[in-house]
């Protein structure tokens, strides 16, 4: 079984900046993939914002074109943590956050968190 824990959501200006961070639970999640998801308000839809993979795949990272250069995804294989640093922040951006995981060449994230909000203002 494995837990996920988010934090680090909140309120910010645009342009402004937060981290999530992402503290997993169990076992050999080193070699599971990470990810970061967002959920739009209204939508029910949950959509890719970074993923990095584990230590087999040697934490290749992927991201969303409308993040990329501005969000950095990274990740602590001894404390099993994920982190999203999220850069020069826009609007759109706003969304519950989830972090997710996945175990390797599997199509589906089989564990979630439950979500941290994050929200910028215009």
């Not at 999640?29 to 949950?46: H, V």
């Not at 950095?72 to 997710?100: H, V, W």
Request: glycine residues 12%.
């Amino acid at each position: 079984q494995v837990q996920l824990v988010e934090s680090g959501g909140g309120l910010v200006q645009a342009g402004g900046s937060l981290r999530l961070s992402c503290a997993a639970f169990g076992n050999n999640l080193k070699i599971n993939t990470m990810g970061w998801f967002r959920q739009a308000p209204g939508k029910e839809e949950r959509d890719m914002v970074a993923t990095i993979t584990g230590v087999p795949l040697n934490g290749h990272t992927n991201y969303a074109d409308s993040v990329r250069g501005r969000f950095t995804i990274s990740r602590d294989n001894d404390r099993n943590t994920i982190d999203l640093q999220m850069d020069s922040l826009k609007p759109e951006d706003t969304g519950l956050y989830y972090c997710a995981t996945k175990i390797p060449f599997s199509i589906r994230y089989d564990y979630w968190g439950q979500g941290t909000q994050v929200t910028v203002s215009s």
